[in-house]
């Protein structure tokens, strides 16, 4: 009896979907929806890959989180219009949710949404929010089985960071059998290997954003 609810409520959903991503059709926005578990490093890849595209690139970002304005008050300091949505404690974003911020960031200005989704590897994946892009993150301190347990989250991804590498010396992490793990959920996703402490491929990935929204 719960399936056909499962299916109302995706299709609800999908037309939401829908009707966002003809809207950033209609305006020439690109809308990137970054998905991973809570500590993944989302905000911080973000961090990382947004001042690199302001010379080129108008931006906006949607932080969703369960609670706190913490993560939107991290984006806001990098310049960029920034709108918090808060689940209320909801695991996921949707459609809908996003819809109701549209009216908070300036849409028609813009070049490139990106939308962090709630720190959750399960159920963000299931909801299309009309993104074009979808970017799955997983941190080495997450273990590397997390490909092989957690596949949906990176099954629709077009681009996957694998973060925190820097920490590879200290966490059990096999980057060879979590990158063939990947390969095997999804083989054509670009793979970017993202440290802190070396920014050549934080910058390949912004590049892969960039490239995407002209
Ligand atoms: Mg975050
Ligand atoms: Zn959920």
């Known amino acids: 009896m719960n399936i056909p609810i499962v299916r109302r409520i995706l299709e609800k959903n999908d037309q939401a979907a829908a009707e ?3 809207r950033f059709g209609e305006l020439g926005v690109r809308c990137v929806n970054v998905l991973g578990g809570a500590g993944s490093g989302k905000t911080t890849l973000l961090e990382m890959v ?3 595209l302001l010379d080129g690139l108008r931006i906006a970002v949607l932080e969703g ?6 993560d939107a008050e991290r984006i806001a300091a990098l310049g960029v219009p920034c709108a918090q949505l808060l689940t209320d404690g909801g695991c996921h974003l949707t459609a809908a949710h996003v819809q ?3 009216p908070h960031v300036p849409l028609a200005e813009l070049d490139l949404l990106i939308i962090e989704n709630v720190g959750n ?3 963000p994946a299931n909801f299309d929010l009309g993104e074009h892009v979808r970017v799955s993150v997983l941190s080495v ?3 590397d089985d997390k490909p092989s347990k957690y596949p949906l ?5 077009h681009a996957i960071v694998i973060s925190k590498c820097d920490l590879l010396p200290f966490v059990r992490f096999d980057l060879e059998r979590a990158k063939a793990d990947l390969r095997l959920v999804n083989s054509h996703a670009q793979v970017f290997e993202v440290s802190t402490r070396d920014d050549r491929e934080a910058a390949r990935f912004a590049e892969f954003l960039r490239r995407d929204a002209q």
């Open 65 to 70: 989180d369960l609670a706190t304005t913490r």
């Open 153 to 157: 989250l990176f099954k629709d991804a």
């Open 20 to 22: 966002n991503r003809s």
């Open 50 to 52: 947004i001042p690199r």
């Open 141 to 143: 301190a997450e273990g």
């Open 100 to 102: 109701r911020a549209l």
């Open 121 to 123: 590897p399960i159920c």
